[in-house]
């Protein structure tokens, strides 16, 4: 039985990794701003605090020690820098959630090597203003920069589930029902995604096998969005059309200009089994065209 302290908890896989831990018979404190409610009852623990105001982070986790530290919700150096202050020579091991974005894209399917944190510059700005891709990678190198913690980043690629707040696969199932065209300039690109559950049973086994590193995390196989239509099509018996540029409105969340994929070989090598992309892809899209169906 492990003492666990996840920030970010509340919703979509980190929500999935909770009950996880809860399910494993782990001692779990979730970090929430209470904004959002949660199902777990008394089997957790609950601190409250804003994890952007590094005095409320301290304060709330107190002097406590953990066996392990998931961190779902690190966006900036600053953020990474402060809990490394508050957790280094207290935790066992820190699990960062971090991105298939800190990557450049590629002709291959990316590897952890093609992004190394631990040469990476640090560079701050006092506006604490950096893009999604720029702040993870900084959060990673401020993070691997400190010796006296163990550090995992899980870099995951897009994250689907029934309950994806951001509703990206949503988007092209009510386009398909709406007979809407949707804006997406490379069609045939092939992408990595992962199921929300799957990451939390990734997150939650890099945790404990006490993995250092960068890692990467990705279902088998890839997938184009004109294959993810056809697949919508085959269930609600209407498509899309899929023209090259849209309205802001119209454009597909998934719109990347090339492949974008990642290797999950080190991982799999390592005795993580990742679940098939083309299984779980039509089931997911089955459930919310059924949702659709229903409104």
């Given at each position: 039985?492990?003492?666990?302290?996840?920030?970010?908890?509340?919703?979509?896989f980190?929500?999935?990794?909770?009950?996880?831990?809860?399910?494993?018979?782990?001692?779990?404190?979730?970090?929430?701003?209470?904004?959002?409610?949660?199902?777990?009852?008394?089997?957790?623990?609950?601190?409250?605090?804003?994890?952007?105001?590094?005095?409320?982070?301290?304060?709330?986790?107190?002097?406590?020690?953990?066996?392990?530290?998931?961190?779902?919700?690190?966006?900036?150096?600053?953020?990474?820098?402060?809990?490394?202050?508050?957790?280094?020579?207290?935790?066992?091991?820190?699990?960062?959630?971090?991105?298939?974005?800190?990557?450049?894209?590629?002709?291959?399917?990316?590897?952890?090597?093609?992004?190394?944190?631990?040469?990476?510059?640090?560079?701050?700005?006092?506006?604490?203003?950096?893009?999604?891709?720029?702040?993870?990678?900084?959060?990673?190198?401020?993070?691997?920069?400190?010796?006296?913690?163990?550090?995992?980043?899980?870099?995951?690629?897009?994250?689907?589930?029934?309950?994806?707040?951001?509703?990206?696969?949503?988007?092209h199932?009510?386009?398909?029902?709406?007979?809407e065209?949707?804006?997406?300039?490379?069609?045939?690109?092939?992408?990595?995604?992962?199921?929300?559950?799957?990451?939390?049973?990734?997150?939650?086994?890099?945790?404990?096998?006490?993995?250092?590193?960068?890692?990467?995390?990705?279902?088998?196989?890839?997938?184009?969005i004109?294959?993810?239509?056809g697949?919508?099509?085959?269930?609600?018996?209407?498509?899309?059309?899929?023209?090259?540029s849209?309205?802001?409105?119209?454009m597909?969340?998934?719109?990347?200009?090339?492949?974008?994929?990642?290797?999950?070989?080190?991982?799999?090598?390592?005795?993580?089994?990742?679940?098939?992309?083309?299984?779980?892809?039509?089931r997911?899209?089955?459930e919310?065209?059924?949702?659709?169906?229903?409104?």
């Amino acid at each position: 039985m492990a003492n666990i302290l996840v920030l970010g908890g509340t919703r979509f896989f980190g929500k999935r990794l909770v009950q996880r831990l809860i399910d494993n018979g782990d001692e779990v404190t979730i970090l929430t701003r209470g904004n959002h409610q949660d199902p777990f009852g008394r089997h957790v623990r609950r601190i409250a605090a804003d994890r952007k105001d590094p005095g409320a982070l301290k304060r709330a986790a107190g002097e406590a020690d953990w066996d392990i530290v998931y961190d779902n919700i690190c966006y900036t150096p600053e953020e990474a820098g402060q809990a490394a202050d508050i957790f280094a020579d207290r935790t066992g091991h820190y699990v960062l959630t971090s991105t298939l974005s800190v990557y450049d894209f590629a002709d291959h399917s990316l590897r952890e090597e093609d992004f190394d944190p631990y040469r990476y510059p640090i560079i701050m700005n006092d506006q604490q203003d950096y893009s999604y891709k720029e702040g993870k990678r900084q959060a990673e190198a401020v993070l691997f920069g400190r010796h006296n913690l163990n550090v995992t980043a899980v870099r995951l690629p897009i994250v689907l589930g029934p309950d994806d707040y951001t509703k990206r696969l949503l988007f092209h199932v009510e386009h398909a029902a709406a007979g809407e065209p949707i804006g997406l300039p490379a069609p045939d690109a092939e992408i990595s995604f992962i199921h929300a559950e799957e990451a939390a049973e990734f997150l939650q086994w890099a945790g404990t096998t006490r993995f250092e590193g960068p890692i990467n995390a990705c279902s088998d196989g890839t997938i184009t969005i004109r294959e993810i239509m056809g697949m919508i099509e085959k269930e609600i018996g209407r498509s899309a059309p899929l023209i090259p540029s849209a309205s802001p409105e119209h454009m597909s969340p998934f719109g990347i200009p090339d492949n974008w994929t990642m290797d999950n070989t080190k991982a799999s090598e390592a005795g993580f089994r990742f679940w098939n992309l083309r299984d779980w892809m039509p089931r997911l899209i089955s459930e919310l065209s059924t949702d659709v169906r229903l409104k």
